[in-house]
């Protein structure tokens, strides 16, 4: 609808200045994929643009809506013949989305919402813990480090970690005017929120309790205002003003308590 979802620096893996898709994929009424557009409303990308239209209100009342649960309860407890000891977890996901006439014939609404509440997985455990990955070591050195962390340093390194809460939530407003017969004016809000959680260092031969994890979140928010306007059967104008706010955090979890770090 006009403003560019890039990834501004290049440190994420999904290409997108959030954490998932920053809209619901329920709000799209078309997606196309061009391949080095020669155009010159296209900038700050190479190779590939993908455009993605959001949906419109009509004369008709029209929507959807949806969920979508899953949980430890519903996946395997071995792993090729070895019982493994899951995270307990739960994720769901829903949403809705309605187009609805404000004014027959003239102003129409689209609404777009949607919230996923999930679960950040770790996996790791000491030996004979019964973990999807169990690290070289006992039960009882790591009992000893973190009694020495706590006596010696007075450091709490927390317990270990299995599963914490993360959420994401995507809100989508489009509004648009037909102003007569050759004028047409829309404006579209965005808003996406969401985090997730991870280790501060990632090798799988590497134990790491809670305290030493991080979140990992993004907020955005972006605004776009077009005038569409056909002056004759040959010659077409279009003014867009957008706007685009993205927020990132990373957060260690002792900092969010109040404890230590930064």
């Known amino acids: 609808d006009g403003v560019k979802m890039n990834d501004s620096f290049g440190l994420g893996s999904n290409g997108y200045p959030t954490i998932r898709m920053p809209f619901s994929y329920d709000a799209l009424s078309q997606v196309t994929v061009e391949i080095a557009p020669f155009d010159v409303i296209y900038s700050g990308f190479t190779g590939c643009n993908i455009n993605a239209v959001t949906k419109t209100g009509t004369n008709e ?51 777009s919402y949607e919230k996923y509440e999930g679960s950040s997985i770790f996996t790791r455990g000491a030996i004979g813990s019964g973990a999807i990955n169990e690290v070289g070591l006992r039960q009882e050195d790591l009992d000893e480090i973190v009694r020495i962390s706590n006596e010696l340093y007075q450091y709490d390194p927390g317990p270990v970690p299995t599963s914490i809460p993360e959420e994401d939530e995507k809100l989508l407003v489009r509004l648009d005017w037909n102003i007569n017969d050759a004028h047409r004016l829309s404006y579209t809000y965005n808003y996406n929120d969401g985090n997730f959680f991870a280790e501060s260092d990632g ?21 776009v205002l077009s005038l569409y306007s056909d002056w004759n059967d040959k010659f077409s104008t279009e003014i867009r003003y957008s706007y685009l706010d993205v927020d990132n955090r990373q957060n260690s979890l002792e900092n969010q308590t109040g404890a230590v770090g930064g």
Do not use: C, M, W
């Open 61 to 111: 009342i029209h929507g959807g809506a949806f969920y979508d649960y899953g949980s430890d309860s519903l996946q395997g407890d071995s792993l090729e013949g070895d019982s493994i000891a899951s995270p307990s977890y739960s994720d769901k996901r829903y949403g809705f989305n309605v187009g609805f006439p404000l004014l027959k014939d003239t102003v129409f609404g689209f609404v």
């Open 203 to 223: 090798d799988l031969n590497e134990f790491e309790l809670q305290n030493h994890l991080y979140e990992v979140g993004t907020e955005l928010q972006s605004h």
